[in-house]
């Protein structure tokens, strides 16, 4: 691999002639780089290092199912008809021949059966968007856990999490296109849910259907928003995203040698190309995988919309499900006065949707407020040392759980031999209950987690080896750790409370405490209280106990 | 009349014209056969009585009273009809096991003769649906698309889009519709069992529960194709969802482990 | 990059911060035990030291990649063989489509192989030495702060737009108009609501014409504990706006003992014992359809709204805000079942201006 530091660029001469012999590659380089000034972009990139670690390529997950449901929606409109125009059906599948049905749903079934690996691509279609949502869930969780939002991340943090929340929009108005009974179950859900925003839901139901439910525009409407409008902003904040993570440089485990200052892995050329290129063919190979064994979303069974028809068990893709979940469990709350009605059976979980999703998208903001920590962060926590935040963190997907379970209530209900409306009233009292106990017990797991690595490094590995001493007693051994173990195990930094100062100042003046200012103390008090975080081992400690207990 | 002239060229419509025959021979042929049996039937049948009265005691009367009159345990069995019988004891619902919140499908406990003779007992006690002959459940040359209609409107709501069952109120369910035979899926039809609401022939006629039951064989019998591969059970996102998270997310993330790992050291060899 | 016969041909050239890290293994670190020891040496891979297993590495990457081919050449042969409409049995799947099978696996086959082919190469041939990158901070030094601020001061004093108040309003009142532009061409989306959501096909003397056959509905057809679908004679699936008003006018009917019937106003709005109620829910408008006819619950199976319809159809469990709403029916002169007039109220989900 000859690298371009053996051409000479200050002398404008030797470069010219050095490009005028060089070979046909580099010649072309030389071009793009006249007019692109590749070079510069280069040499900032190509060696750009990135660590290794599983959890790192959850992101690229997300990023490759992007482009897998790119690459096979374009394909899929090739021969999708937006148009909510009815139509007899008269193609291949029997049980529906005859039938009534709209343009948009009558060619989701030539896709399907008389488009020749049609309905491959449109398999690969969905798995891609349920595993893409899934992906990015997972990746913004490895996120938050570690820590890895902190300044300078906050920005991309909130990139991501536009990307989740339009990614979970472009799926839905993607299911809503086939116009199949689920689906359009599925739409005046969502119209129901809009009818009941105070004031304006009425006209803006009339605005996005053109009149009535369901009309014969939604398709063709939800169609521009789902292949244009949602996926083009999606694409720029994903290349946003990107180039973040490359300025930023990647975040990276404490541990021998890996500091705040530097980032320790593999170069992108070539180990990198090759690995993060590898992993897009073996994403879309496992996607194709799934598409070819395992049906989703099979339209033809489910049939035309009509909406004086259901089925039972009608839930949405699992990324909406906690929105049904809200729903399904939320008590039928109206109020009438004056003429109008107050939806609030409706309107408070539509609400709830918007708050729970808020709650973890200004997280980082909320942590940053309470630490007061200006510094830059580029080494990830270990979810155990952020006690109350990976205690949030599981609350918060406890909640999120638990409305899942609740938008699928029926199918618990029919599975588990329980009634559903048991199930309903477990959620509706899980979801208050439940991030309340699992807060409590994470925080207990990581406390206890904590002291055991303090223990660790205190007094070293349990090696299982029982020896009796000379006078009888028996010990375990335990074996010191190496410095790199140290290391790594009291790497983390722990914070300091944040006081709220004395009330009085040095004259005697009484000072003003603000309520914001008491409740940051509070709030830091609860992060990083005594009964928050375990203290890490001190030197002094540790060398008081090696000099003691040498023997050990 | 333009809907059948554009399918008469259709590849199927031979098969359909085949099947209509066969199906008219079949007719045919039960409409005329029974009809020199008739004398003998008559004393067949009120020995058929006597016999259900007596397995009817042992077996039903606990709930039911002893004349079919209905006790707290279990409703009144006059002019439920026999098809009732048949399909309650048909399908091993009845005999009842124990109380709750619905009584389930489970092993048949009478041969079909035995079943027999108990439809026509409680058949005398008041008159209600009788026993649907083959040629009335029979779904050849039923039309499976518009059995497909009627299916989503009146069953699919409890019994899910291809008949894989959901969830009632309080515990109750609608049971899934696999492996039910033609006769007792027009039974139910007719008798609305437990909670089921019955959708006569005044409201859902001979040939649209024909048409349904054609559907039903269509997209839930054993040898329904699954196109995409398999169906997860059928019953929709919930599952698909699992799926994509366990064994999609599932295995990329085993793959990411295996290419984030670092490759074996030379030195530990 | 085949050639493997120097391991260390290939490993990076190293950087000065790599060798310090590496060679200062705690030395000074006496007095701190918890310090940085630094990045561990690099340890060889067998394909490092051993060119067989480098060739055989090599001989994998190669199959690996020679499979995808094999399996791209799969997919256009089954594409081509294969008929769009053949199904087959597939042990434990099932019968399914034998094109989208072959097409899938094939697929996925010639994908992945390229994908696992790249990362066993770059995880056996490609150096693994980990390589150390400074990084700098993000924020720009205190003098190119104070450049761009000037840099700032100097342009926006030179635009004048402090000083040129007149500028710099209208200016703002342009750029906050324009806009309105794109939001009043949004009115043309949709007709305004009206009271297009009060009323349905409903009216006087329309017959109930049962969903299934299409005929009116006469009382002596509902037998009790029956279940029916009707809609409003005159429409017909074909209409132009079949969906919309099926949206609003779907109805329950079903027949309970008169006696059953807790709600004077149901058991007179019925007739004898004949009730006809929306299918729409009144909770986010799913058609509500699951009647348990022991019990008399219809459940809606979207949200578990739950409605006695022996009892005025009122809630009694889940989500929905008030009960579905009740047509008056009776019998015309020719005894089939018809509207006494629309739904007295609006149907389906509540919205603002229902009141």
């Known amino acids: ?552 | ?269 | 990059m085949s050639s493997h016969d120097i391991p260390e041909e290939n490993l990076p050239a190293e950087q000065a911060t790599h060798e310090r890290g590496r060679g200062a293994v705690s030395v000074a670190d006496e007095r701190n035990p918890f310090a940085d020891p630094g990045l561990p040496p690099h340890e060889h891979r067998i394909q490092d030291v051993d060119e067989r297993a480098a060739k055989r590495s090599e001989r994998t990457v190669a199959l690996l990649f020679t499979v995808s081919m094999l399996a791209t050449l799969g997919f256009i042969a089954s594409y081509v063989t294969i008929p769009v409409d053949k199904s087959t049995y597939i042990f434990p799947i099932g019968h399914i489509n034998a094109l989208n099978f072959a097409l899938g696996l094939t697929l996925g086959v010639a994908l992945f192989a390229i994908g696992a082919g790249a990362v066993h190469w770059a995880r056996t041939l490609m150096s693994d030495v980990e390589v150390a990158d400074e990084r700098h901070p993000i924020e720009a030094s205190p003098e190119v702060r104070a450049k761009v601020h000037a840099d700032f001061k100097q342009g926006a004093k030179e635009s004048a737009l402090g000083r040129r108040k007149l500028i710099r309003n209208t200016m703002l009142g342009a750029l906050t108009l324009v806009p309105l532009t794109g939001v009043v061409l949004l009115r043309d989306l949709g007709p305004l609501p009206g009271t297009s959501l009060r009323h349905t096909l409903w009216a006087k003397g329309k017959r109930l014409v049962n969903m299934n056959t299409h005929q009116p509905l006469r009382p002596e057809d509902l037998t009790v504990g029956s279940l029916t679908f009707a809609m409003p004679d005159g429409l017909k699936e074909t209409d132009e706006n079949f969906q919309t008003e099926i949206a609003k006018a779907a109805l329950m009917i079903v027949r309970l003992q008169p006696g059953d019937i807790k709600d004077k106003r149901e058991l007179d709005w019925g007739h004898e014992g004949i009730v006809a109620f929306s299918k729409i829910c009144t909770h986010v408008g799913c058609p509500v359809s699951l009647y348990e006819q022991q019990t008399h619950h219809a459940l809606c199976p979207c949200h578990q709204s739950t409605f006695d319809l022996s009892d005025g159809a009122r809630v009694i469990f889940g989500p929905a805000g008030h009960a579905l709403p009740q047509l008056r029916i009776g019998v015309d002169s020719e005894g089939y079942l018809q509207a006494l007039g629309d739904f007295e109220e609006p149907v389906g989900p509540a919205f603002w201006e229902r009141g």
């Open chain 1, 1 to 552: 691999m000859s690298t371009s530091a053996n051409t000479n660029p200050s002398a404008a001469d030797a470069a010219g002639r050095s490009r005028g012999k060089a070979p046909a590659g580099e010649k072309f380089a030389d071009w793009a780089d006249g007019r692109l000034g590749i070079y510069s972009l280069a040499k900032a990139n190509m060696r750009k290092i990135f660590p290794d670690h599983w959890s790192f390529m959850l992101g690229e997950v997300c990023m490759y199912s992007f482009i897998i449901i790119i690459l096979t929606g374009v394909y899929l409109t090739l021969f999708f008809h937006p148009s909510m125009n009815e139509v007899v059906y008269h193609g291949s599948y029997v049980p529906l021949q005859g039938q009534l049905m709209s343009e948009a749903f009558s060619s989701t079934l030539d896709i399907s059966f008389d488009v020749r690996g049609g309905l491959l691509i449109r398999q690969i279609h969905h798995w891609a968007a349920l595993i893409f949502v899934a992906g990015m869930f997972v990746h913004m969780m490895r996120v938050f856990f570690t820590g890895a939002f902190r300044k300078p991340r906050e920005v991309n943090w909130l990139f991501g999490f536009l990307l989740l929340v339009l990614g979970m929009f472009t799926g839905f108005t993607g299911y809503s296109l086939p116009d199949d009974l689920l689906s359009g179950t599925g739409v005046r859900f969502t119209q129901g849910a809009i009818l009941s925003v105070p004031v304006i839901g009425t006209y803006i139901s009339f605005f996005l259907f053109g009149g009535e439910f369901p009309g014969h525009d939604f398709v063709a409407r939800f169609y521009s928003i789902h292949i244009l409008l949602l996926p083009g902003i999606m694409l720029g904040l994903m290349v946003a995203h990107l180039i973040l993570v490359f300025y930023h440089k990647h975040t990276q485990f404490a541990g021998p040698g890996k500091t705040n200052n530097n980032v320790v892995g593999m170069p992108l050329m070539p180990v990198y190309m090759a690995k993060a290129g590898g992993f897009f063919f073996l994403v879309f190979g496992v996607i194709a995988a799934i598409a070819a064994i395992v049906e989703i979303n099979a339209v033809w069974v489910i049939g035309p919309y009509r909406p004086d028809m259901v089925s039972t068990g009608a839930q949405p893709d699992w990324y909406m499900g906690f929105a049904e979940g809200l729903i399904r469990f939320f008590p039928g709350w109206e109020i009438n006065f004056w003429g109008h009605t107050l939806v609030l059976g409706v309107f408070i979980p539509l609400v709830l949707f918007g708050v729970v999703l808020a709650a973890i998208a200004l997280y980082p903001f909320i942590e940053a407020w309470i630490t007061g920590d200006k510094r830059e962060h580029h080494i990830l926590d270990r979810p155990r040392n952020a006690p109350t935040r990976t205690a949030f963190g599981v609350a918060w997907i406890t909640m999120y759980l638990i409305t899942l379970v609740g938008g699928g209530n029926d199918l618990w209900a029919t599975h588990f031999h329980l009634s559903i409306n048991a199930v309903t009233w477990f959620v509706r009292i899980g979801f208050f209950l439940g991030p309340i106990v699992a807060f409590v017990v994470t925080k207990r797991i990581c406390l206890g987690l904590q002291r055991r690595d303090k223990e660790k490094v205190l007094h070293g590995r349990e090696t299982g080896i029982i020896k009796r001493l000379p006078h009888g007693e028996f010990i375990e051994v335990h074996e010191p750790l190496s410095q790199e173990q140290l290391y790594t195990l009291t790497a983390h930094h722990q914070y300091e409370l944040a006081e709220i100062g004395p009330t009085v100042d040095e004259n005697g003046v009484e000072r003003k405490v603000g309520v914001t200012q008491k409740l940051r103390a509070k709030l830091s008090n609860a992060y990083y209280g005594e009964d928050s975080q375990v203290q890490k081992p001190t030197v002094e400690e540790y060398k008081e106990i090696t000099s003691g207990h040498g023997h050990h």
């Open chain 2, 1 to 269: 009349m333009k809907k059948l002239s554009a399918r008469r060229r259709h590849p199927l419509a031979a098969v359909v014209v085949l099947l209509f025959a066969l199906a008219a021979t079949g007719g045919l042929y039960t409409a005329f056969a029974p009809a020199s049996k008739a004398k003998a039937d008559d004393t067949a049948q009120s020995l058929a009585i006597e016999e259900g009265k007596k397995l009817y005691l042992v077996g039903c009367a606990s709930c039911h009273g002893t004349g079919g009159e209905g006790t707290t345990d279990g409703p009144t069995l006059v002019g439920v009809g026999a098809a009732a019988v048949d399909f309650q004891v048909g399908t091993g619902r009845m005999p009842a096991q124990q109380p709750g919140a619905q009584v389930p499908r489970k092993k048949v406990k009478y041969n079909q003769a035995e079943i027999d003779q108990m439809a026509a007992y409680i058949a005398s006690l008041g008159a209600g649906p009788a026993v649907p002959t083959k040629n009335q459940y029979n779904p050849a040359g039923a039309d499976a698309a518009v059995g497909g209609e009627l299916f989503r409107n009146n069953c699919a709501q409890c019994h899910n889009f291809t008949g894989k069952g959901g969830a009632l109120t309080y515990g109750k369910y609608a049971p899934g519709l696999e492996g039910v035979s033609n006769k007792h899926l027009y039974e139910a039809m007719q008798t609305g069992p437990q909670n089921m609401p019955s959708f006569p022939d005044s409201v859902l006629s001979e040939q649209n529960k024909k048409d349904i039951i054609a559907y039903l064989n269509e997209v839930n019998g054993p040898e329904t194709t699954t196109p995409g591969g398999m169906e997860l059970g059928g019953l929709g996102p919930v599952v698909e969802g699992l799926f994509a998270w366990i064994f999609g997310m599932g295995s990329l993330i085993v793959i990411a482990i295996w290419v984030a790992a670092r490759t074996a050291k030379a030195k530990k060899s």
